[in-house]
T-cell receptor
Framework: KAGVTQTPRYLIKTRGQQVTLSCSPI?????VSWYQQTPGQGLQFLFE???????NKGNFPGRFSGRQFSNSRSEMNVSTLELGDSALYLC?????????????FGSGTQLSVL | KNQVEQSPQSLIILEGKNCTLQ??????????LRWYKQDTGRGPVSLTIMTFSENTKSNGRYTATLDADTKQSSLHITASQLSDSASYIC?????????????FGKGTHLIIQP
């Protein structure tokens, strides 16, 4: 069974640009969540999608958005990039939505904003 | 405010030695506690998940303990190997919602020297 796939693995952008990251969950998993990881802050929750609907959202500005498609694949978009957006962006999938669900993480997209 | 504190921040030990990583949390209401291993440049991989009623869980050379009364957990690594070099992240789940109920520690960076 294929794991969680994130593309691209690396991205270099300049301030003010926008970026779209993609996440393909494990087959059969319906929930996808996104996280930002920086050395100083650790992992921070961005948002979670289930059945094409955003179910939960973290404390990030509106420049961060996402969506989920009918095949459970998900994308996240960051508009008007800032230097502080440089981070590893991870997505995770789980079978269902819930506090007890086991998360399976992708390898992440390393975003550098210059 | 829900918090997860891990110690030490970093640790260097010789191959073959044992080590113990600590996690203290203030998360309410508590659902489960998870330990993840994250290799450099990769996504976190689940090692153990423990609920309130479980006080020990093993996964090969990794043994996690949970004391729900004192809100402490530890991860013990036996007979360390070079491949154990990684960051170990403690994550506590509140018994509500989905991924928004997860509180992440900042991790312990473990280096195994030959």
């Amino acid at each position: 069974k294929a794991g969680v796939t994130q593309t691209p693995r690396y991205l270099i952008k300049t301030r003010g640009q926008q970026v779209t990251l993609s996440c393909s969950p494990i087959s059969g998993h319906r929930s996808v969540s996104w996280y930002q990881q920086t050395p100083g802050q650790g992992l921070q929750f961005l948002f979670e999608y289930f059945s094409e609907t955003q179910r939960n959202k973290g404390n990030f500005p509106g420049r961060f958005s996402g969506r989920q498609f009918s095949n459970s694949r998900s994308e996240m978009n960051v508009s008007t990039l800032e230097l502080g957006d440089s981070a590893l962006y991870l997505c995770a999938s789980s079978q269902m939505l819930g506090a007890g669900e086991k998360l399976f993480f992708g390898s992440g997209t390393q975003l550098s904003v210059l | 405010k829900n918090q997860v504190e891990q110690s030490p921040q970093s640790l260097i030990i010789l191959e073959g030695k044992n080590c113990t990583l600590q996690c203290n949390y203030t998360v309410s209401p508590f659902s489960n506690l998870r330990w993840y291993k994250q290799d450099t440049g990769r996504g976190p991989v689940s090692l153990t998940i423990m609920t309130f009623s479980e006080n020990t869980k093993s996964n090969g050379r990794y043994t996690a303990t949970l004391d729900a009364d004192t809100k402490q957990s530890s991860l013990h690594i036996t007979a360390s190997q070079l491949s154990d070099s990684a960051s170990y992240i403690c994550v506590v789940s509140a018994s509500r919602g989905g991924a928004d109920g997860l509180t992440f520690g900042k991790g312990t960076h473990l280096i195994i020297q030959p």
